[in-house]
Nanobody, 116 residues
Framework: VQLQASGGGLVQAGGSLRLSCAASGSSRTISAVGWFRQAAGKQRELVAF???????NYADSVKGRFTISRDNAKNTVYLQMNSLTPEDTAVYYCNEQRFSRWGATWGQGTQVTVSS
């Protein structure tokens, strides 16, 4: 399965964006999925996670502002981002976790830029 993130863009502080992580290349339903982000000069960090059963977890920095969800019929995972701040500016990636391991291949990600 290949995952492709999309939906990024330029938004003003306080605005919202919804990112999509779409699966392709296989008919199986994707398992647990994490949304990561990497700001310039910083390490990639996990910001939201959803299990195959729909349980979620968030980094403290986005808790209460971001919501991860999934549509198994579309084999897609979403990240709704509200109340964005310039500190949320980063390239956002999604990846699948299977057997407690993240996929070895990372897609191109989608750029989110929040202006002040």
């Amino acid at each position: 399965v290949q995952l492709q993130a999309s939906g990024g863009g330029l938004v003003q502080a306080g605005g919202s964006l919804r990112l999509s992580c779409a699966a392709s290349g296989s008919s199986r339903t994707i398992s647990a999925v994490g949304w990561f982000r990497q700001a310039a000069g910083k390490q990639r960090e996990l910001v939201a996670f959803i299990t195959s059963g729909g349980s979620t977890n968030y980094a403290d920095s986005v808790k209460g502002r971001f919501t991860i969800s999934r549509d198994n019929a579309k084999n897609t995972v979403y990240l709704q981002m509200n109340s964005l701040t310039p500190e949320d500016t980063a390239v956002y990636y999604c990846n699948e976790q299977r057997f407690s391991r993240w996929g070895a291949t990372w897609g191109q990600g989608t750029q989110v830029t929040v202006s002040s």
